[in-house]
């Protein structure tokens, strides 16, 4: 299939989006509010907010394309895209685990190897490592899927999406923000929602759309979600749940994106720099935890150093992903490891 440009910018800005994640995090989640401080907390716990659609995009841009009954996809390639997740699981997050262990004191020995990769079998590596769990088990269900989308009319999908959104969103959001616990039968795990959400949205007729009004809205619901957190963590020193944990927010922070970069992004030309951070998106994913990790436990380079949080999120997050792209770039270029980044 022909590249679709529009799918090029959104891994760019995904790709970002990850990098500015872990970066606002990086504090707010070994440190509570007292010791962090409330403004800083507020700003670093807010700034989350606008980026944590990242992931969801990523799983919609895969289902755009997996489920497209254009593309070829049959079960030889989903065991090739299995073992690849497979090996990357292995070779990264087993490499991760393994360093976490010898930080931790254990000794370099053939145990440490063992160890390291019986972590990494229960899921205990890296945090971002989740994400190749989840592509895995998504890529395992995709032909039936595919065979859902090709005998569903465009009615019929809408009916199933509008379920999955209904049980996997709006009643988890209505749980959090009334208190309450509301059974709910109508829920599949919510990233296949999203998988099956980027295919649908790739088809669509989205022409009686104003151009800038997914911009727009993208803007509205993101400032939301940081206004309210930014303010609850200011007046009560706790996050906003609902802001924090509202699913039905990132759905539509994902959905307006991504309708954006269809309307406006498609027709625009990718130059070979934009052209090659795509390409190295999934490595840039994967590596840029060891310079975060470089720069919080061992330099103690934080966003806390600059006269702003926002500031040093900004700069610390621009270096992680220069230095991030310049790695995958260089891994790209290597037989082998280049066949599964």
Same mark, same amino acid.
């Given at each position: ?160 999406? %509008? =379920?999955?959104?209904?049980? $996997?969103?709006?009643?988890?959001? #209505? &749980?959090?923000? !009334? /208190? ?77 994106? %991504? =309708?954006?970069?269809?309307? $406006?992004?498609?027709?625009?030309? #990718? &130059?070979?720099? !934009? /052209? ?26 934080t966003p806390l150093l600059f006269p702003s949080p926002l500031i040093g999120i900004i700069i610390i997050s621009l ?19 280049n066949k599964i980044v």
């Amino acid at each position: 299939m022909k590249k679709i440009v529009y799918y090029e910018y959104l891994r760019i800005i995904a790709t970002v989006a990850v990098v500015i994640i872990h970066v606002s995090m990086c504090l707010p989640n070994n440190y509570s509010i007292s010791k962090l401080g409330i403004h800083n907390s507020a700003v670093m716990n807010s700034t989350y907010l606008l980026v944590n659609w990242a992931v969801p995009v990523f799983i919609m841009i895969t289902g755009a394309l997996l489920l497209n009954p254009q593309k070829n996809v049959n079960y030889k390639k989903i065991f090739h895209y299995v073992m690849r997740m497979t090996i990357v699981l292995f070779f990264f997050g087993g490499g991760y685990s393994i360093i976490e262990l010898f930080i931790k004191g254990h000794k370099i020995n053939y145990d440490l190897l063992f160890d390291g990769l019986l972590n990494t079998i229960q899921g205990n590596s890296w945090s971002h490592m989740w994400y190749i769990y989840m592509l895995i088990g998504l890529y395992l269900i995709t032909i039936p899927l595919r065979q859902v989308v090709k005998y569903s009319s465009k009615k019929h999908l809408e009916i199933l999406l %509008f =379920i999955l959104v209904i049980g $996997n969103f709006v009643i988890q959001t #209505i &749980n959090i923000s !009334l /208190s309450l616990e509301l059974e709910n039968y109508m829920q599949w795990s919510h990233y296949i929602t999203y998988f099956l959400m980027g295919y649908y949205l790739s088809i669509i007729s989205i022409d009686k759309i104003p151009k800038m009004a997914s911009g727009i809205f993208f803007i509205i619901i993101s400032f939301i979600r940081f206004f309210l957190d930014y303010f609850w963590i200011s007046n009560f020193a706790e996050i906003s749940d609902l802001a924090q944990n509202g699913r039905i927010f990132v759905l539509m922070q994902a959905v307006s994106i %991504f =309708i954006f970069a269809r309307q $406006n992004l498609n027709l625009l030309k #990718i &130059n070979f720099v !934009l /052209s090659n951070i795509s390409r190295c998106s999934f490595a840039i994913y994967l590596i840029h935890p060891i310079w975060g990790n470089l720069f919080f436990k061992m330099l103690n380079f934080t966003p806390l150093l600059f006269p702003s949080p926002l500031i040093g999120i900004i700069i610390i997050s621009l270096i992680i992903f220069c230095l991030s792209w310049i790695l995958s770039y260089l891994m790209i270029k290597i037989p082998y490891i280049n066949k599964i980044v």
